[in-house]
């Protein structure tokens, strides 16, 4: 872990782990980095127990802060889509890195 000399976390460390840290944040993630690009209601099913509401503000959320990109599709009907930005992108070693981690130690 990044500490400095007196021992302090990083906080740019503390500020990433808090930000996809956040309740079902690192899921959307997850399935971002797995699927590509998703339709809002592909990511609900991707992350079951998850309410549309809830799935809205984390989804704005990421999106602020340059994670997710969204997408409007005109046509037919408005749809709009999402999927990770260059700098969401580059947090895939790391969500792989998290799921081999899980896989060898936490039991679900």
Not at 67 to 91: I, Q
Request: proline share 4%; hydrophobic share 40%; charged share 25%.
């Amino acid at each position: 872990m990044s500490r400095d000399r007196a021992g302090h976390v990083c906080p740019h460390f503390h500020g990433a782990v808090e930000l996809i840290g956040r309740r079902w944040s690192g899921a959307i993630l997850y399935a971002l980095a797995r699927s590509g690009r998703l339709r809002f209601a592909e990511l609900n099913e991707c992350v079951p127990g998850m309410s549309d509401r809830l799935l809205s503000a984390r989804l704005r959320e990421l999106e602020s802060a340059g994670l997710v990109s969204r997408e409007v599709h005109s046509g037919p009907g408005v749809r709009v889509s999402y999927s990770l930005t260059a700098k969401g992108d580059a947090l895939k070693p790391a969500i792989g890195s998290v799921e081999d981690w899980a896989r060898r130690w936490h039991k679900a």
